[in-house]
């Protein structure tokens, strides 16, 4: 099938690479020249696993293609993918933009039955703007065109994503029940049915529906993170280990195992936007979702929970003392630093005077740029700031080491290396990588989140 995708970022290009892998014939627009000339020099403008291999198998087969060309894009793809961004706007909505202007393009260029979907993470309702504004272009060229606009929000996670795309636990689409709605129809199952041959994974619904699916299992995900979070935090003080007390609540079915990892907080380009734009939509209609509000609150309390522990260490006056931290990206296997907890922190060390020795296996580049963002009010601080080159190499005379992601690299490191290479051996683990029992046996001045156990025994 002839698939476009607007938007080759992470959504875009994994959407993209994916349905090449399929056998479908897919052009890849961006607006970014710099994205598309790495993409067509052969290289790659995000660090994916697996992505790599994918897009330069089907660029090599010629089912891949990536340009700036909008005219070309829209006249390709029988099926319009938008997965443009949507970041937050100043009022915590998400900032339609992007979508409405690559919809605007569609309705500029069309001259035949296009099946637009939205693959973005966007408000209820969106489907409806997209629908009017393509419908505006065409009516200003006095044209009438059929078109549907479909829901097809995206599950993947980043640094699973392909993973995540090739075997999908579910796929939500939202259709109208016009007899355009039911031509998208026909075509999306049959894009998709590839990924249905197991079983059917496919869950047709309303398109208001489908973009609400979205934002209600990212909703649910912080929700868990923020509640063990907060339990967490009454652990350090009743003297409990959250680490225990998850075993012991997600053992029950009612409740399973993912996403009860107590830590210093979610980032990323999805929880922290979804959760504020859906409480943004609930006030549009005058209600106020309490427990989403309290969800991100926690959240950015639990993000200055290392620098608090830090501080309450060693004063908060922190000129003269140098932390090593591992891990920058907000989670493992990507370079997204989006709204990670690392940032909050390294602004809390170098903005208390300290000095920082920082180790991520991909994200350092990605630091280099958002730090400058992050400091443009005090750019002189970034020369606190030295990037390391391996994990060890981070930890050399520093009074302490803070864990922000957890890689795999840091699970099982060579301990008495560690200590023999910081001046002191203690540790600010923010995701709960070691045992804290382990810890003390070893001679390593422990602090976990919500592990206090074995400190108050
Ligand atoms: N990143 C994730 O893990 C993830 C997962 C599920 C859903 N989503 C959602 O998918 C959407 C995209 O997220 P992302 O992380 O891929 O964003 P991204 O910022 O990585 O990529 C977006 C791309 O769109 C391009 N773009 C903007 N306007 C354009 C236009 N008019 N025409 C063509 N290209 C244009 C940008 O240059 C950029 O390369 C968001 O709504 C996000 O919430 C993201």
Request: charge should be positive; aromatic fraction near 10%; avoid cysteine.
């Given at each position: 099938m002839k698939i476009t995708i607007i938007g080759t970022g992470y959504v875009g290009l994994v959407t993209g690479a994916c349905l090449a892998e399929l056998g479908n014939d897919v052009f890849c627009l961006d607006v970014d020249q710099r994205k598309i000339d790495i993409l067509n020099a052969g290289g790659i403008p995000i660090h994916e696993p697996g992505l790599e291999e994918v897009v330069r198998r089907n660029s090599a087969a010629g089912r891949l293609k990536f340009s700036t060309n909008v005219e070309a894009s829209v006249a390709h793809g029988d099926i319009q993918f938008i997965a443009v961004g949507t970041p937050p706007d100043e009022d915590g909505s998400a900032d339609l933009q992007y979508v409405l202007a690559a919809a605007?393009?569609?309705?500029?260029?069309?001259?035949?039955?296009?099946?637009?979907?939205?693959?973005?993470?966007?408000?209820?309702?969106?489907?409806?703007?997209?629908?009017t504004v393509i419908a505006q272009e065409l009516s200003s060229r006095q044209h009438e065109l059929p078109f549907s606009v479909v829901s097809n929000p995206e599950f993947l996670k980043e640094g699973a994503a392909v993973e995540d795309f090739m075997r999908p636990d579910r796929i939500v689409i939202g259709c109208d029940s016009t007899s355009e709605g039911e031509r998208a129809r026909d075509l999306m199952r049959k894009l998709y049915a590839p990924f249905?041959?197991?079983h059917e994974r496919t869950y047709w619904m309303d398109v208001r529906s489908a973009e609400f699916t979205k934002?209600?299992?990212?909703?649910?995900?912080?929700?868990?993170?923020?509640?063990m979070n907060e339990l967490a935090n009454l652990a350090d003080h009743v003297g409990a280990d959250i680490d225990a007390v998850r075993h012991g609540i997600g053992s029950d079915p009612r409740i399973g195992h993912s996403f009860l990892y107590a830590g210093c907080g979610y980032g990323g380009s999805c929880f922290p936007k979804d959760v504020q734009a859906l409480e943004r939509?609930?006030?549009e209609y005058s209600l106020n979702l309490q427990i989403l509000q309290a969800v991100e609150a926690v959240n950015n309390q639990q993000k200055q929970v290392l620098g608090n522990k830090i501080t309450q260490r060693f004063g908060k006056n922190l000129t003269g003392r140098h932390f090593a931290v591992w891990?920058?990206?907000?989670?493992?296997?990507?370079?997204?630093?989006?709204?990670?907890?690392?940032?909050?922190l390294l602004g809390e060390l170098l903005r208390a005077g300290a000095t920082v020795a920082v180790y991520d296996p991909v994200a350092i580049d990605e630091a280099k740029r958002v730090l400058?963002?992050?400091?443009?009010?005090?750019?002189e601080l970034l020369t606190a700031v030295r990037y390391a080159n391996n994990p060890m190499d981070a930890l050399d005379g520093a009074d302490a080491l803070a864990i922000v992601t957890e890689w795999k690299a840091f699970r099982s490191p060579d301990f008495d290396k560690v200590k023999s290479s910081l001046k002191q051996p203690v540790i600010f683990d923010g995701r709960n990588l070691y045992d804290p029992s382990v810890m003390r046996e070893i001679g390593v001045e422990y602090y976990g989140i919500g592990r206090s156990v074995l400190a108050k025994a």
């Open positions: 605007r393009n569609i309705g500029k260029y069309m001259t035949g039955f296009k099946v637009v979907v939205d693959k973005s993470t966007v408000p209820v309702g969106t489907a409806d703007k997209v629908r249905n041959r197991n934002y209600a299992a990212n909703a649910m995900l912080a929700t868990r993170i923020s509640f939509t609930a006030q891990g920058l990206a907000f989670k493992p296997n990507t370079d997204d630093m989006r709204a990670a907890p690392s940032r909050v400058e963002l992050d400091f443009y009010d005090a750019p």
